[in-house]
């Protein structure tokens, strides 16, 4: 799924152009730094691993791309407050199986 990625104007009171041809951001960053941080080549990556195998767990998914556990949770929390990776909570266990919302990416510059 490709999402268009907007970075916020830096200067208070000055906005980004409203061009109707242009895709409308749904991800908001505030900066290049915080949008080259949260897309880095390994989140990237661990983004199709997720669309392409889609695990049951976050410890399977551990398992696939080769990360600590809670370094992947804690990476995983942080996409997902970006709208980028959606949680699926069980009711009846502490299982958690992390979905990939976007696996692709426009972005849009004023």
Do not use: C, Y
Not at 5 to 12: F, Y
Not at 67 to 74: D, H, P, V, Y
Not at 80 to 103: F, N, Q, W, Y
Request: aromatic letters at 4%.
């Amino acid at each position: 799924m490709r999402t268009a990625i907007g970075i916020r104007p830096a200067k208070p009171g000055r906005r980004a152009v409203n061009d109707a041809n242009s895709p409308t951001p749904t991800v908001w960053f505030d900066s290049w730094r915080q949008l080259a941080s949260l897309l880095s080549d390994e989140n990237r990556a661990l983004l199709r691993l997720m669309r392409e195998r889609q695990p049951r767990t976050v410890l399977e998914l551990a398992e696939w791309s080769g990360r600590a556990a809670s370094n992947l949770s804690r990476t995983l929390r942080h996409l997902e407050r970006h709208g980028l990776v959606k949680m699926h909570r069980s009711p009846d266990t502490r299982a958690v199986r992390p979905e990939a919302l976007a696996t692709e990416f426009l972005i849009v510059l004023d």
